[in-house]
């Protein structure tokens, strides 16, 4: 057991081998990685009970993505793609950092939020103050809906009352404010915004339309950066022209668009190996990156630092699980889990940016080289993991 | 063959006769969606070829959506998720829009645009129109790129020209519009980009950075529209609270992240089992619901006509191509574009907006009315199509 996840070797194996050589050098059993073979991966069978009027599976990529130091520790990453050059751009990226001390990440507790919308009140910013005033209440009423979760350290943190002025009329919006732990959330939230939703209407003297989530997790984030060496992303006018394509990206909407689809490559990838809801990631993404000037923008930053080199970040919401939902049933996913070693959705989701942010970076110094294409067409031809990154 | 989409018969067959019903019922030969099988989808071996350090396949459920009828013409939509209620509630809301004929859709031309991004310019606003003189030599020369998009009608369609004010000052920003056809279009204008860009910085006497696409595709629109009965939605009661629920949506982000990540479900699912990009795609939507105000905004439109039934409709950016990348290399993907009898890329992508649009019908007639989770829970009890659509 080596326990490093540069695993120079995986590119020379074959798919079957690949699976043992990463399984034996994270400690885990011959075998725990079946799941992604074609013969072990999940049957129509399961799926049937997922979804439907299910007719099948439509299989994606799963590629290894190399080199990566999170927080100090190997990891080796597994990405579900139909994308060429994503996985090896990832661990192109990470190889550089790792030299520097790899990534480094934090993140907010895991909070998300339901919303309740109730219509026909007949004085909003009254009705507002009466919902709150009743704080403590609806805090227990939430609670009960869930005693599992307030046992583990979840449950209620926070009510919210809003007036929003619509079309047709104010409403008032109430959010639930609540630690999901290590679920995505959207069943506990959503269970009780529809038990609480009476009494609030109630309340509010009016009547309760929507109750659900919101996917724009913002009291919900996780972050990454890292370090970028000069010489090895190319030189200093590689750093400063990789600056100047984060500005662009920075101050033009049609820029940005790319530069986080860029990112989202990376996320998505990771998230849909382990079982998440992808649209969910995306939304909360891409609607956080509107800027406080209403212009649609980038979600990482760069810049050189003292030395000359880049350092790069990405911060945005991040709403993952690890228990619950296609994680919980999907054994592909499970095997992803394990082969990460990851205790927890704060854990994955910090590994998730993380690899965003790489994917970030790796197109960023691709586009400002030798660009996309030529990379592409290198990656093409050599079929190694030493050559392009991209982003399209 | 019946060649109709209700197909009221599949809910109560397992996945193997569900695909010899759709298969027969459109005209398709027996076993034409072999290929949705766990024994005939992608293979490992094929995988390796696609993504790089491959070591196996992450199967996503692929359910049909029924009852769906888009301009007149009765399709069944394979959909690959793996959130359950995505499907029926498509299919709910598909069979409710049937009664009034369906859905109706249009497209603009398949137009995408590269960018490239022009540093250490002296006189940007006259390098601009020094670029912009050189019109008609650029747009030779990007069709020469690809005499065959030419031949087949499309290529070069116009030069724009702009000034960005960055954080390290301003760059020149030129894009390549270029109809596409049938095909995404990132690799034909990423190459007509890389061509350009060393003509372009001497004309604009600077220095070529970043030579892409852009994902912000708002010259690539598709559109659906469809009227709903209100009896068949539940009443007038159920009308007026959709649209109260849609202007939600419109005035606050945090309604409408979810509410666009509804129609993302649809859209997503439909992209994938056709072997797109769905990162693109995500990116094209959620960058285009920020309103002229500079508020993250839905995607859709409701309201009521003037016989109180709901007119819904959807417009976003559809990047999508049924030439070139995975859609071709992926015998799944193969299979869904012949189930739909798909053509070409205009109508696959005006099918994915339906969907979209269908998928958040659904979720607000379900929010409207009974409630996520309540829906959800009766969909897992009684397992069939007749009940519950979904959110989340």
């Given amino acids: 057991m080596q326990n490093n996840s540069r695993l120079t070797e995986l590119r020379h194996e074959p798919p ?45 990529p799963i590629g290894l993505a190399t080199n990566f130091i999170i927080n100090g520790a190997d990891i080796v990453v597994p990405m579900a793609t139909e994308e060429p050059s994503v996985v090896a751009a990832a661990s192109n990226a990470a190889r550089i950092a790792r030299q520097t001390g790899g990534f480094h990440t934090s993140s907010s507790s895991p909070i998300m939020q339901a919303q309740i919308q109730i219509v026909d009140v007949s004085d909003p910013d009254a009705a507002r103050l009466r919902v709150l005033e009743a704080r403590d209440e609806l805090m227990d009423m939430g609670n009960r809906q869930d005693p599992m979760l307030v046992s583990l350290g979840g449950g209620m943190r926070e009510i919210i009352a809003r007036v929003v002025q619509t079309q047709v009329g104010p409403h008032v919006v109430v959010h639930l404010v609540v630690d999901v732990l290590d679920a995505m959330g959207a069943n506990t939230v959503n269970t009780m915004a529809e038990a609480l939703a009476p009494r609030i209407s109630q309340l509010a ?87 406080s000037d209403g212009r649609y923008t980038s979600l990482s930053h760069f810049e050189a630092d003292a030395d000359g ?13 690890t228990v619950g939902g296609a994680t919980m049933a999907h054994p592909a996913a ?34 400002a080289t030798e660009g996309i294409q030529r990379g592409h067409m290198a990656l093409h031809v050599r079929k190694t993991l030493s050559t392009a990154d991209q982003e399209k």
Avoid: C
């Fill in 16 to 60: 079957a081998r690949r699976r043992a050589i990463a399984a034996e050098s994270f400690g885990l059993e011959t075998g725990a990685l079946d799941a992604f073979s074609a013969d072990h991966g999940l049957t129509v069978e399961q799926a049937d009970q997922m979804v439907e009027n299910v007719v099948g599976i439509f299989g994606v």
């Fill in 309 to 321: 080199n880049l350092t790069a970040s990405l911060e945005l919401p991040m709403a993952v699980g």
């Fill in 334 to 367: 499970q095997a992803a889990l394990r082969l990460m070693g990851v205790r927890g959705a704060a854990e994955l989701g910090e590994i998730i940016v993380a690899v965003g942010l790489a994917q970030n970076v790796a197109a960023l110094r691709a586009l």
């Fill in 205 to 291: 003297r009016g009547r309760a339309l929507l109750r659900i989530l919101t996917n724009k997790a913002d009291l919900r984030f996780a972050r990454a950066w890292a370090t970028f060496d000069a010489t090895a992303l190319g030189g200093a006018q590689v750093v400063t022209d990789m600056v100047a394509a984060a500005a662009l990206a920075h101050a033009d909407p049609y820029r940005a668009a790319t530069h986080n689809k860029g990112i989202m490559n990376g996320i998505t990838a990771v998230a849909l190996a382990t079982g998440n809801d992808t649209r969910a990631i995306e939304a909360g993404a891409h609607s956080h990156a509107v800027g």
